[in-house]
């Protein structure tokens, strides 16, 4: 398992101050999600915390589980800010997505910004839909999003060399900079996943300028694809969207989010 994010101390250091991330519009999605329902959520790769604290403080009980040290320290030492009775409703696990036991019974597991991408194996994916398939309570509710693949950018050469820019220079609050762009340094159509290469750029006050690399590999997936996969699992598909705004899954949607129904 290859991500990076437990690799690399620096993922978990510059995570929430990339905009793309920072402002996806994903955040009251899966609150209303998680509101209503009346019981415990998981969250599966849940990193920093993006989305488990605003679960957390809108009144719910939420366990996360992810596979980083790095990104589990960044969420805990957010938390710290956060009041009492906000940190009593939250428990944090280090563990993996594919095999775990948690001694708790959910409500509703959600899995935000496409940890189970990074889940290329169809032997991990459906270890995942079962492990959370034993944790749900009957008719419980799982709700995750992956990317729609665009065709456009699917095909072309097998490699790439050139980096593409995702956003320019942002301050960082301790005077340093940051920049990132990606790059895709191969392409594995028969197996649909692609090598990627996140690159941040930190700029420090005295002028060293830092190149720092998270490479993996990311799966991606077709819609009747995922259909069959929680059919398989035990999930049948109560909604299907394109965006956060709950739109219909179209063909130029950015997204497509799942919310199944255990059975
Ligand atoms: C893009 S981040 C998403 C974090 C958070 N859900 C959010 O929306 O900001 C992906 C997270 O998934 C975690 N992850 C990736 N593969 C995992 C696995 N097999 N088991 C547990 N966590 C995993 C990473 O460590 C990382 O924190």
């Known amino acids: 398992m290859k991500t990076g994010y437990d690799d690399y101390a620096f993922i978990a250091d510059l995570y929430d101050y990339v905009p793309g991330y920072a402002y996806r519009g994903d955040v009251d999605f899966y609150l209303d999600c998680c509101r209503s329902v009346n019981g415990r959520i998981l969250e599966l790769g849940c990193g920093?915390?993006?989305?488990?604290?605003?679960?957390a403080e809108s009144g719910c009980h939420i366990t996360g589980l992810d596979f980083s040290e790095h990104m589990l320290a960044r969420c805990r030492q957010k938390l710290q800010d956060e009041p009492e009775e906000v940190q009593k409703r939250v428990r944090l696990v280090q563990g993996k997505m594919a095999?775990?036991?948690?001694?708790?019974?959910?409500?509703?597991?959600?899995?935000?910004?496409?940890?189970?991408?990074?889940?290329i194996e169809v032997a991990d994916q459906m270890a995942c839909l079962h492990q959370i398939h034993r944790h749900l309570e009957d008719n419980g509710k799982l709700v995750f999003d992956l990317f729609q693949v665009d065709p456009r950018k699917m095909f072309g050469t097998k490699f790439t060399e050139e980096e593409s820019e995702d956003f320019?220079?942002?301050d960082l609050p301790d005077g340093r900079k940051l920049k990132r762009s990606h790059r895709i340094s191969a392409k594995h159509w028969s197996q649909q996943y692609n090598d990627v290469e996140?690159?941040?750029?930190?700029?420090?006050?005295?002028?060293?300028?830092?190149r720092l690399?998270?490479?993996?590999?990311?799966?991606y997936f077709f819609r009747y694809e995922v259909l069959h996969l929680l059919e398989r699992c035990g999930f049948r598909i109560a909604e299907l969207y394109g965006n956060f705004d709950k739109t219909?899954?179209?063909?130029?949607?950015?997204?497509?989010?799942?919310?199944?129904?255990?059975?």
């Not at 095999?99 to 889940?119: G, K, T, V, Y």
């Open 99 to 119: 095999d775990f036991d948690l001694n708790e019974i959910f409500s509703m597991a959600i899995i935000p910004f496409r940890p189970f991408q990074h889940l």
């Open 213 to 219: 690399v998270q490479a993996f590999p990311f799966r």
């Open 168 to 170: 320019s220079w942002v």
């Open 248 to 263: 219909t899954l179209m063909d130029d949607s950015p997204e497509m989010i799942f919310v199944a129904e255990k059975y």
């Open 198 to 210: 996140l690159i941040y750029y930190v700029s420090h006050p005295d002028g060293k300028v830092e």
């Open 48 to 55: 920093t915390g993006r989305i488990l604290i605003p679960i």
